[in-house]
């Protein structure tokens, strides 16, 4: 009897998939295409593809939630998760249900080993094991985020009727390169022969550009192809042969929401042969989406705020959304992070902003400790007249509630730097209007 076999709730599928590989990343299609064959896994509706340093998940939430407002049945698979793994997948903006996976997790290792007994990380795994089970839903669209990269990412099997490329910075250097281009480069994987590609980001390395020229896709770049402006009730985009006016603001909050909201519309222009939307779609979409952890606002006393922000591109617009959100005595951050990250930019980015630090362990090998934090902000030049302080935690809870207990109801808390460390306050719930001392 196969051990396989035995496995039968979602925990221990996951727990299953962490042994299977010495490594938690190994870039690299040929092994996933296999074992993709051997599933016969394809997708017979519309596919949108999603690749950027920043800004990914916003661009598939406001496109699931424009499309199920015009009444499509649709599918997203989204990565990493803040609390459940089964945040991974949703079909018509509902999280699936962990066993409901489990005959796919099984169809995977059985195509796995008729392929050869080939090896699968974790993402790899659970990647097509997600993908299975999305392509057997009867979708009208599929809208993919990509994990990594993007020409070597799993989900890059996958042959989408049109890519979006979200913002380009620098982040994963050790898998990606050093630099824009070379970042770039990875990003533009997504891209196929005669398919829009939408460029989101305002300058595209040469090498977004170089790669569309090569592979003959159908170019939408902003700024050319299409475009927005707004004042401080509604903004207005206009792209190839279509023209929103007089939208509302999209419910997500932040200064690159526009951007991002650009590309989508984009995207349905590009695709609004085989899935049309109409104006009223869109209002109510943009209107109406969700998603945790990306400057999400908790109201209280005193306020929170959620975001993943984890590279200094995403933690200046961080900071950014934080100046634009009006006087408080203090703020409060609550911070976490992973080792291979830009760490020193991202504290002198936040820097001039925080009071008190309250740096954080997390549930991940991955994750550079809090005295480690500590000590690298000790690093830092100083700031002249301002009296910060700082201390450890043990888990992004207990930095909150430490949080919680030193501020006055008028000031704010930043919990930020990794989904672990959003994920970790979620999964305990924010106390509101706590006693203050």
């Given at each position: 009897?196969?051990e396989?076999?035995?496995?039968t709730?979602?925990?221990?599928w996951?727990?299953?998939?962490?042994?299977?590989?010495a490594?938690?990343?190994?870039?690299?299609?040929e092994?996933?295409?296999?074992?993709?064959?051997?599933?016969?896994?394809?997708?017979?509706?519309?596919?949108?593809?999603?690749?950027?340093?920043?800004?990914?998940g916003s661009t598939?939430?406001?496109?699931?939630?424009?499309?199920?407002?015009a009444?499509?049945?649709?599918g997203?698979?989204?990565?990493?998760h803040?609390?459940?793994?089964?945040?991974?997948?949703?079909?018509?903006g509902q999280?699936?249900?962990?066993?409901s996976?489990i005959p796919?997790?099984?169809q995977?290792?059985q195509?796995?080993?008729?392929?050869?007994d080939?090896?699968?990380?974790?993402?790899?795994?659970?990647?097509?094991?997600?993908?299975?089970?999305?392509?057997?839903?009867e979708l009208?669209?599929?809208?993919?985020e990509?994990?990594?990269?993007?020409?070597?990412?799993?989900v890059?099997i996958?042959?989408?009727?049109?890519?979006?490329?979200t913002?380009?910075?620098i982040?994963?250097?050790?898998?990606l390169?050093p630099?824009?281009?070379?970042?770039g480069?990875?990003?533009?994987?997504?891209?196929?022969?005669?398919?829009?590609?939408?460029?989101s980001?305002?300058?595209?390395?040469d090498?977004?550009?170089?790669?569309?020229?090569?592979?003959q896709?159908?170019?939408w770049?902003?700024?050319q192809d299409?475009?927005?402006?707004?004042n401080?009730?509604?903004?207005?985009?206009?792209?190839r042969?279509?023209?929103?006016?007089g939208?509302?603001?999209?419910?997500l909050?932040?200064?690159?929401?526009?951007l991002?909201?650009?590309?989508?519309?984009?995207?349905?222009?590009?695709?609004?042969?085989s899935l049309?939307?109409s104006?009223?779609?869109?209002?109510?979409?943009?209107?109406?989406v969700?998603?945790?952890?990306?400057?999400?606002?908790?109201?209280?006393?005193?306020?929170?705020?959620?975001?993943?922000?984890h590279?200094?591109?995403?933690?200046?617009?961080?900071a950014?959304?934080?100046d634009?959100?009006?006087?408080?005595?203090?703020t409060?951050a609550?911070?976490?992070?992973m080792?291979?990250k830009?760490?020193?930019?991202?504290m002198l980015r936040m820097?001039p902003?925080?009071?008190h630090?309250y740096f954080t362990?997390?549930?991940?090998a991955?994750?550079?400790?809090a005295?480690?934090?500590e000590?690298?902000?000790?690093?830092l030049?100083?700031?002249k007249?301002?009296d910060?302080?700082?201390?450890?935690?043990?888990?992004?809870h207990t930095?909150?509630?430490q949080?919680?207990?030193?501020?006055?109801?008028a000031?704010?808390?930043?919990?930020?730097?990794?989904?672990?460390?959003?994920?970790?306050?979620?999964?305990?719930?924010?106390?509101?209007?706590?006693?203050?001392?």
């Open positions: 009897m196969n396989y076999t035995q496995l709730t979602l925990e221990q996951l727990a299953f998939c962490e042994q299977l590989h490594q938690n990343i190994e870039l690299g299609l092994r996933v295409q296999k074992v993709r064959q051997a599933l016969g896994l394809d997708f017979e509706c519309p596919v949108f593809v999603v690749a950027g340093t920043n800004g990914k598939c939430a406001m496109l699931e939630s424009i499309l199920m407002e009444g499509y049945r649709v997203v698979y989204n990565s990493p803040l609390i459940h793994f089964e945040e991974r997948c949703r079909i018509n999280m699936i249900q962990g066993e996976l796919h997790f099984v995977v290792e195509a796995r080993r008729a392929a050869g080939i090896s699968l990380t974790y993402f790899e795994f659970t990647t097509l094991a997600i993908l299975h089970y999305l392509s057997e839903q009208d669209a599929a809208v993919l990509i994990g990594l990269g993007g020409r070597l990412d799993a890059n996958i042959d989408n009727d049109c890519a979006i490329i913002s380009i910075d982040d994963h250097t050790e898998f390169g630099d824009r281009e070379s970042i480069f990875e990003k533009a994987g997504i891209m196929r022969a005669h398919k829009p590609v939408i460029v980001d305002p300058m595209p390395p090498s977004v550009l170089a790669h569309a020229r090569e592979t896709a159908d170019l770049r902003f700024g299409f475009n927005y402006v707004g401080a009730q509604q903004w207005s985009w206009s792209g042969g279509r023209r929103y006016n939208l509302a603001y999209p419910a909050r932040g200064a690159n929401q526009l991002n909201a650009s590309g989508v519309l984009a995207a349905l222009t590009a695709l609004r042969e049309p939307v104006a009223q779609d869109v209002r109510m979409g943009l209107a109406q969700t998603l945790p952890g990306r400057f999400e606002i908790v109201p209280g006393q005193p306020v929170v705020v959620l975001d993943v922000a590279n200094p591109h995403a933690v200046a617009v961080l950014e959304n934080l634009q959100m009006g006087f408080y005595p203090q409060h609550v911070f976490g992070a080792h291979d830009d760490l020193r930019g991202v820097q902003l925080v009071d630090w362990d997390l549930p991940t991955r994750a550079v400790s005295t480690a934090l000590a690298l902000w000790h690093a030049p100083p700031l007249g301002k910060v302080s700082v201390q450890c935690c043990a888990d992004p930095a909150l509630l949080a919680l207990e030193k501020a006055d109801p000031d704010r808390i930043v919990v930020f730097g990794s989904f672990y460390t959003v994920g970790g306050v979620l999964e305990h719930g924010i106390p509101r209007n706590p006693v203050q001392r």
